[in-house]
Nanobody
Framework: QLQLVESGGGLVQPGGSLRLSCAAS????????IVWFRQAPGKEREGVSC????????NYIHSIEGRFTGYRDNAKNTVYLQMNSLQPEDTANYYC??????????????????????WGLGTQVTVSS
């Protein structure tokens, strides 16, 4: 059984930075692909990015390229999403997700195509002046 917990959200000004964490409170993230999603009020949930078991990354939203960077620290059982140059359009609740049964270690071509049996409760990111 895998349980995920996100942290690191908050209120920042446009151009600011945040680092989100996705930690396994139960189970291990080692050898698993982790997908980040976000959802803003009144909008559909969308995939943001993914990091696979080798720490190779894939972005699902063009507007985050060059601004968001994913990395992982398996010793800490944690995956991170470094978000720089944040804009109001990035305001959303951010979630991490994974599938441990069946085991998934490679990022899906599209986040919505993946199947996930573990979700965190989310962390709020608000970008406002």
């Amino acid at each position: 059984q895998l349980q995920l917990v996100e942290s690191g959200g908050g209120l920042v000004q446009p151009g600011g930075s945040l680092r989100l964490s996705c930690a396994a409170s139960l189970g291990t993230l080692d050898h698993l692909a982790i997908v980040w999603f976000r959802q803003a009020p009144g909008k559909e949930r969308e995939g943001v990015s993914c990091i696979d078991y080798r720490a190779y990354t894939r972005n699902y939203i063009h507007s985050i390229e060059g601004r968001f960077t994913g990395y992982r620290d398996n010793a800490k059982n944690t995956v991170y999403l470094q978000m720089n140059s944040l804009q109001p359009e990035d305001t959303a609740n951010y979630y991490c997700a994974a599938n441990s049964d069946p085991f998934s270690h490679i990022c899906p071509d599209a986040a919505a195509e993946g199947r996930y049996n573990a979700w965190g409760l989310g962390t709020q990111v608000t970008v406002s002046s």
